[in-house]
Each structure stands twice: as C-alpha cells, then as structure tokens.
C-alpha cells in the first residue's frame, strides 16, 4: 500500500484512472462497446412513429391483465394435493412464523375444486371456470417471486421494474423504444378497473423520467378520455383555424427553446388530443358490437361491476385492432378498502372471492377466446399478472390468506410462447418457489424479447445512471419460448 500514499504513485494512478473512463464514455459513445447502451432515435414532435425492434420480433403489441390486490395462487391456478391432504394442519416448518399481518394458522385447502382441463389435462380451479377453459392457451410461471410482500411496492415493482417510486412503467419503455403503429391513438392505454384505480394509481401508466409523450393514456368505457368533443358553439371551420393558428405558435416557440422535450410532448399530446376526438370517440362507443360478442364478454349483465369490466375487455380487443402499442387492463380497486373491491382476501377470502371471481371470469375469458378467433392472439402477447401471491395458510383469528411474495403465479398468452405448459415449482403447499425460480425482472426481460428489444440495452440515461426496466437483473425464461 505504499505506493498509494506517496505523491508521484497517487497522481499517476488518478490520471490513468481518469484516462480510462474518459476512454470508455468515448467507446460508448461511438457503441464500439459490447454492451453499449441502444437509445431509440426519438423526434419530440413526433414521438409515436414506429419504430425498428432490436431484432426479430414475435409480438407487435402487449396486453397486461393486473389483478390488483394479489389474487391467490393456490386457489386458481397451482394445484397442491398435499394442501389439500394437510388441510386443517400446521405446516411443516411454519412455527412461530409471521407474515405481513401477523402469525398464520393452519394450512387450508382451495377453496375451490381443483379439475384437469384441456388437451393439456391442467388442474385450474373452479374458481375461475371459464379462464380455465382457456388453459391449453396459456403458458404459466410457477415459480414467480418479488421483492415486496406489500402491495404498494410490490405493485411497483410488477409495473416498473422497482419498488420505489419514481420509475417508468413497462409500457412506457416499450412505447418509448417502438412507438405506435397507429398515430391517432395514444400508444399505451391504461384501462382502470369500474370501481378504480389500483393501490398505485397513475403510477401504474407514468412515464418519470422518460419523455413525458410516453406515459400512458388512462380511460375505461365508463369513463371517456375528458374534453374531446368540440363545443356545439364552435364550428368545424373556427376549430381547425384555432387549431393551425396554435400550431403556428408552438412552432416558434419551440424554435426559441431547442431541446425541450416536456414542451414538444406538450405539443404532440395537443395535436393528438385533435386526432383523437374522432378516433377515440368512435373507439369507445361499443354500440356497434354484435349481440353474440356483448354475450360473449357479459357485457349486459345484471352484475354492474362484471359489465362495466366486460365492456372494458371489449375496449381493450378494440384499442388492440387499432394497432395501440400496450393495453393494461386492471382489475380490482383499491379506494373501497381492504379486499372490498380486490383480490385481497384477508378477512374472509371465501366471500370475498366469491364476489370478485365472476366480474374477472367471463369477461378475461371471452377476451382471449375474442382476440384468437380475430387472428390476435398469434403477434398479440398477453400477461395475466399480479403484485405477488398469497399463503397456504388461513392468518390467526381469520378466514382468508396473507401476503406471500415467496412464490406465485402468473401466465402468458399468444406471440412467442408456449400453449399449455408450465414452468417453475412452488414446494407442496404452494409457499415457496423451489424449482426454475423466477424473479419480475425475468418476466420483464421475457416480454422485451418477444417485442424484439435487449432488456440490457434498452436504457435511457438519467440522473449519471444508464437506467433500464430491468435494472441490473433479469434473464429471459427460454424455457417457455416457443
């Protein structure tokens, strides 16, 4: 260690030392760099022209189903038959342990009827009976695990990549890195659940530090994207003068400020709004749906909340034909209290599913059977997600099951994956991943593969940090490919 604290030793190192990054930043610059990082050339004035994936590309466009408050696993989709042998009893190892609420009780069994399904033979509950129809289209990841066993972080990071705040949503970078195949739509639509949003709310579609073009649009078929229409004052002649006469003005202001791109994303979001009051109007007016589709969805059922959720699964397969980039489709709400309007069955998960299953069921159901039979499904991915699972256990002192990001499920759908295959174990309760374990990062890196994009040099230099959706993290699941 001498040589470091005499004067000539110290300086020389510090130059070299200095040199080398030097030399390095220029290297990546001129991506002479392996891993150099692949920004997509973006005009701030027009930020949604399509833009060249990384390399071949098995998907176009993203469909996210987000159960929101942690739909259980061990009562849809991971079948345990020693669960159900256990029943009633402690679970091996479990003493003393203590999950997000509280100390757990015993194992309970699904609360629901587990039966083989499909050519595949997949047991899926009887909870969800008509997604479990759809089985031999689905490709399910056992083994997925998260970083949080709270929902606000954990939602987070199934969203974003991150558990903090602050960070761009998935389909904020896939805009961001393909743009939109149809320019007068919004690129990413948020679709928020009939009864709200989820826990994290817009967070779930912003865009952060991204250019602010590409956070998404939320509107559902309740609720319209606000102030489209013209006023019945104004005539279409003094509307598109106005219209050209602003244009003008954004034009030479933006030439006396070069480079900002919240004002160009300002700009371009004002000339889409004018784009969009006939498109988005159009899109969202469901009456010209066919009797046999609004019964395929539910669309008309006495349930309010199942027909509103239905008729935003028809506005996602609509927002889909149009060429829209990415969909994210919530179910469940956060606003109206713990487990009241989501998946977060606490107190007693044997009711509250029974009320939140059949809103989910039919609609998600017939949506993916819609998006097949259109010829969708084939360049169309879909990922039926949620922020973590739930125990095997019933928490002490109540009937419904607690947070449990140790191991869960979730599955894809369509371009690039495999039909009716599973991958990944949780061990026999369902508790743990134990085998092929998965993280979210992996799952992000997985959907960027299949729209053709590098998960790990997809960046955007933010703040002196090359950042990306998957962090430093994530390996694509080439098991489920297909």
Known sequence: ?????????????????????????????????????????????NPYAPRPPHKEAKAKRV??????????????????????????????????LVTFQGANGNLVKPIAEFKPRGQSGKMVSDLLPNLAEMADEMCFIHSMTGKSNTHGPAESQMGT???????????????????????????FVAIPDPRGVPQNGP??????????SFQGTAFSAQRAIPNLARPAEITPEADRATRDYLRRLNDQHLEKNPGDSDLSARISSYELAAR?????????????????????????????????FAKNCILARRLLEKGVRFVQLFNGSYAMGEGVGNWDGHKS?????????????????????DLKARGLLKDTLVAFVTEFGRMPTFQKGANGRDHNPKG????????????GYSHGETDDFGHMAVKDVTTIYDLHATMLHLLGLDHERLSFYNNGVERRLTDVHGHVIKPILA
């Open 276 to 308: 969009m009051q006939l498109n988005a109007a159009e899109l969202s007016d469901l009456s010209g749906e066919s009797a046999a589709t609004r019964a395929l969805y539910g669309a008309d059922d006495s349930n309010v909340n199942k027909a509103g």
């Open 63 to 96: 469909l996210v189903i987000f159960c929101s408050g942690a739909l259980s696993h061990v009562d849809t989709f991971d079948y345990k038959p020693e669960l159900i042998k256990r029943h009633d009893t402690p679970m091996p190892g479990s003493e003393g």
């Open 408 to 419: 869960f499920t979730i599955w894809l759908a369509g371009a690039g994956v495999k039909r």
């Open 1 to 45: 260690m001498n040589h470091l604290l005499n004067r000539r030793g110290f300086l020389s190192r510090t130059l070299s030392g200095l040199s080398s990054i030097a030399f390095a930043h220029l290297l990546t610059q001129d991506r002479l760099l392996a891993d150099s990082p692949l920004r997509p050339p973006i005009d701030p004035a």
């Open 161 to 187: 990549g991150f558990t903090l705040d602050g960070f761009p949503s998935m389909g904020s970078w896939v805009t961001y890195a393909l743009g939109s195949e149809n320019q007068n739509l919004p690129a």
């Open 203 to 212: 967070r779930h579609w912003s865009s952060a530090f991204l250019p602010a």
């Open 349 to 369: 998960i044997v009711s509250q599913y029974g009320v939140h299953a059949p809103i989910l069921d039919q609609p998600a159901a017939a949506l993916l059977k």
